[in-house]
């Protein structure tokens, strides 16, 4: 089973400097609608069965164009909402960095919890269990091959990576997942294993069905010669060649 992890587009709150969390009305800017009609035109391509999206807003407008490009139904899962800030929500980054828990937070993620919130070692722990039991969900209903997506946050995605690669969760800010990036792991029996990280190229080829013979393989170099930024870019060229 293989599942997409894809970060939303550029929100209201990333142009703003400020610690979204889980407040109401952070929505896409005008920049994030683009990128989720660009994600939408490349991830269509692929044979994806299944849409799950964080409730935030954020995330579900950024597979909204994917969804109806696929024809289905968004599933959503509030294990994969934002980190719960607590008292931190809605703070401006610069005063945020000046806080003793930020260095916390960034050198020592499971000893790290948010006052009135949760602790990050909580968010990994619902957010991999949340993927476990979706993935074995999808692979019952669609078989043990199928491609499934899930739309979340940076936090949330770095820490499902952090598990997947079997690195302590206080490693977890090493990880970079930008917006409308997504990142790419592949369960088995044994283990996952990780595709890609923090892509926003074009070329996705990698991720369709294999033959029987080496479908267990995991792997799929990212295409460094692929325009970044979700093929926006490479999009932008192709319309001035043609004017």
């Known amino acids: 089973m293989t599942v997409i992890l894809l970060r939303h ?29 660009a994600v939408a035109d490349r991830l269509a391509q692929l044979p994806i069965t299944e849409i799950v999206s964080s409730p935030l807003l954020r995330c579900r407008q950024t597979v909204a164009p994917l969804a109806e490009k696929l024809s289905l139904e968004l599933v959503v899962e509030d294990r994969f909402a934002e980190v719960d800030y607590g008292e931190w929500t809605g703070r401006e980054l610069k005063e945020l960095v000046q806080e003793p828990l930020w260095k916390v937070v960034q050198q020592h993620a ?12 909580n968010v990994q722990s619902r957010a991999v269990a949340a993927i476990r039991e979706h993935d074995g969900r999808v692979a019952q209903r669609d078989g043990a091959d199928a491609l499934w997506l899930v739309c979340t946050h940076g936090d949330v995605i770095k820490a499902v990576l952090a598990d997947a690669l ?11 997942a930008e917006p409308a990036s997504i990142s790419v792991v592949r369960y088995t029996p044994t283990c996952p ?25 995991p792997g799929g170099e990212v295409n460094t010669d692929s325009s970044a930024d979700n ?13």
């Open 110 to 121: 499971s000893g790290a919890v948010f006052p009135g919130g949760e602790g990050l070692a």
């Open 9 to 37: 587009g550029v929100s209201t709150s990333n142009v703003a400097r400020t610690l979204a969390g889980r407040s109401e009305g952070v929505e896409l800017t005008e920049r994030g609608q683009e990128q989720a009609r």
């Open 231 to 243: 093929g926006i870019d490479k999009q932008r060229r192709e319309q001035q060649q043609a004017q």
């Open 193 to 217: 294993f990780v595709w890609r990280v923090n892509d926003t190229g074009v070329d996705l080829s990698a991720l369709m069905p294999k033959p029987a013979d080496i479908r267990s393989v």
């Open 166 to 176: 079997g690195i302590h969760l206080d490693g977890f800010q090493r990880i970079v």
